[in-house]
């Protein structure tokens, strides 16, 4: 009889402990995807890709200089950059947060027939199917967004779809801070 309550007390632990970080999860207190990253408070790795819907341009971070922006790496095979992609297109547009992309190991032609489909959310878009720039960004998986300061400076890093709950936390309060300063 104690033989088997061995076995099934490791599991009912085992059970327990899953069902709590599952819980976790779903309240958005963990996500396993959250790695830390070096580059907060570094300046933003510097890159220059071709634009996708004008590859004769090229886009840099140093382009953006003077502002605080969000840099988010996204594609089309990603089912998280098609969840979040409607919240993107509603921080550019109603919230004014200048977005530039890094379409990421994608196909052109897929890329633009996402953003016909859903609106375009970004500021500039560069094109990057090498991963030539994510690599030295330290991404490893779609989406993640970055928060660059007006200096340059990279602030803030979320890994995963961005969601209303998440700008509020990490994002929102920097923008306002820049925009309101007293």
């Not at 580059?39 to 890709?49: C, D, H, K």
Request: with cysteine; charged share 20%.
């Amino acid at each position: 009889m104690t033989r088997a309550l061995l076995p099934l007390g490791g599991f009912l632990i085992l059970a327990g402990l899953f069902w709590f970080v599952l819980g976790q999860m779903n309240k958005g207190e963990y996500n396993p995807r959250d790695v830390p990253t070096q580059f907060i408070g570094q300046p933003a790795p510097e890159f220059a890709l071709p634009d996708l819907l004008d590859p004769a341009q090229m886009v840099r971070p140093s382009d953006m200089a003077g502002q605080p922006w969000l840099l988010n790496v996204w594609g089309t095979w990603c089912p998280e950059c098609w969840k979040e992609h409607e919240f993107l297109v509603y921080l550019a547009e109603r919230a004014g947060v200048p977005i530039v992309g890094i379409n990421w190991r994608d196909e052109a032609a897929d890329a633009k027939a996402m953003l016909t489909r859903l609106g375009n959310p970004f500021t500039k878009i560069a094109f990057d199917p090498e991963s030539d720039a994510v690599i030295d960004w330290g991404v490893y998986g779609a989406p993640e967004t970055f928060l660059i300061d007006a200096e340059g400076v990279v602030r803030e890093r979320h890994t995963g779809a961005l969601s209303p709950q998440i700008w509020q936390t990490k994002f929102q309060a920097y923008f306002e801070a820049t925009e309101n300063p007293s």
